[in-house]
């Protein structure tokens, strides 16, 4: 079973509107959660980190949010543009190397 | 800037055929992963390498098997390719630091085996 979950799996947004998408995780004991975004025909590319004692993280138009009690995250586009249509994917650090991914939430924006 | 290049972005080949994926880092990163990213699967870590010769199994290693006999390179081997191996290969990198350790990703290998 993904100890990571991410909803919703794909959404359709028109330019210049907000989005939040939704990431549940099961990972336990937790070292950090990373937001990236994926670029179609691209590797991913690291968006945010937040350690356990961090709720809220920024970078331009995302913020990252966690509360660590419900194992939730959140990642909120704000003032979407065409150039963040793209996969975004959370990705759960236990106290080791080895990383657990969702499936990723696709992001179309229309003009 | 971290540069992570995988050898080609694109590959078809046949069933039965061996086929070699390459990876190169230039930021001097200790560890270094295979994954295959499937729709609707997420990544899956099929082999990881912490140190020059030193490789460990990942989730699905099963039809696969790597090399590192340099820092900077990690390959990615298919012995005989089968077409459920039919994937996109994303090869990363990162420090041993395992408290921030953000994995810098290649742009992917897409193959599919005919």
């Known amino acids: 079973k993904n100890q990571v979950e991410q909803s919703p799996q794909s959404l359709i947004i028109l330019e210049g509107k907000n989005c939040t998408l939704q990431?549940?995780?099961?990972?336990?004991?937790?070292?950090?959660l990373r937001w990236y975004k994926q670029d179609t025909g691209r590797g991913p590319v690291s968006l945010t980190i937040m350690t356990f004692s961090e709720n809220t993280k920024s970078n331009g138009r995302y913020t990252a949010t966690l509360d660590a009690d419900t194992k939730q995250s959140s990642l909120h586009i704000t003032a979407s543009q065409l150039s963040d249509s793209a996969s975004y994917i959370c990705?759960?650090?236990?106290?080791?190397?080895?990383?657990?991914f969702g499936a990723g939430t696709t992001v179309t924006v229309r003009a | 800037d971290v540069k992570v290049t995988q050898s080609s972005r694109y590959l078809v080949k046949r069933t039965g055929e061996k086929v070699f994926l390459e990876c190169v880092q230039d930021m001097d990163h200790e560890n270094m992963f295979w994954y295959r990213q499937d729709p609707g699967l997420g990544l899956r870590l099929i082999y990881f390498?912490?140190?020059?010769?030193?490789?460990e199994k990942g989730d699905i290693p099963e039809g696969y098997s790597v090399s590192r006999e340099k820092k900077e390179r990690f390959s990615l081997i298919l012995e005989s390719a089968s077409t459920n191996q039919t994937s996109m290969y994303l090869c990363?990198?990162?420090?041993?630091?395992?408290?921030?350790?953000?994995?810098?990703f290649g742009p992917g290998t897409r193959l599919t085996v005919l």
């Open positions: 390498s912490y140190d020059v010769k030193m490789k």
């Open positions: 990363a990198s990162s420090f041993r630091d395992t408290v921030h350790n953000e994995q810098f």
């Open positions: 990431c549940n995780y099961t990972v336990s004991p937790f070292s950090n």
């Open positions: 990705v759960v650090t236990p106290n080791d190397y080895k990383l657990s």
